[in-house]
């Protein structure tokens, strides 16, 4: 019995070692998972599909929710990087009900009106629209595996490319 006890003790320290250093490490590292990594949020969406469009792409679209991890990682490490090197990525929120947003019918909502009218439901979720607001490829939904998230972006980057080229009684 008292071996047993000894062993209790020993865990439960144990136990309270492995919390304590954990919080440590999380304190020093929560503070660049905290903050949501910043991609500009579109005012009007015809005007950055129009801008998008005279460069030859598609306006990319991060529907995303704030303080999401895999919303970060999608923008930290996929999008920011591609919109440093030409990519028209934006972002919107889709609980926000404050910030007005021009939509694609020229109307002023906020982007959790825009989003419900998607039919957006889970975050993140990458749309690939057109000047028009069509869909130039499939929405990337959520994060299935990080291994291949990027062959699926780079998938559905070239579709939306590809039936940007197509005359328009061929597109989508």
């Known amino acids: 019995m008292k071996q047993l006890l000894h062993r209790r003790h020993f865990s439960a320290a144990l136990s309270g070692l492995a919390l304590h250093v954990a919080a440590g490490m999380s304190s020093t590292l929560s503070p660049a998972w905290a903050q949501d990594t910043a991609l500009p949020i579109p005012d009007s969406l015809p005007d950055v599909a129009q801008a998008a469009a005279r460069q030859g792409e598609p306006l990319v679209l991060l529907i995303s929710l704030r303080g999401c991890p895999y919303c ?93 080229k197509a005359p328009p009684s061929q597109r989508l």
């Not at 919107?92 to 947003?101: A, H, S, V, W």
């Not at 020229?106 to 957006?120: L, P």
């Open 72 to 164: 970060e990682l999608v923008r930290r490490n996929y999008l920011l990087p591609a919109r440093a090197v030409g990519l028209h990525a934006w972002q919107i929120n889709m609980q926000d009900k404050q910030r007005p947003l021009i939509g694609f019918d020229g109307q002023t909502s906020h982007a959790a009106e825009q989003v419900a009218r998607w039919k957006v439901r889970l975050a993140p979720t990458l749309l690939f629209l057109n000047t028009q607001g069509q869909p130039l490829a499939e929405r990337l939904v959520g994060i299935a595996s990080v291994d291949f998230f990027g062959a699926y972006l780079d998938q559905r980057l070239a579709t939306s490319r590809q039936a940007l």
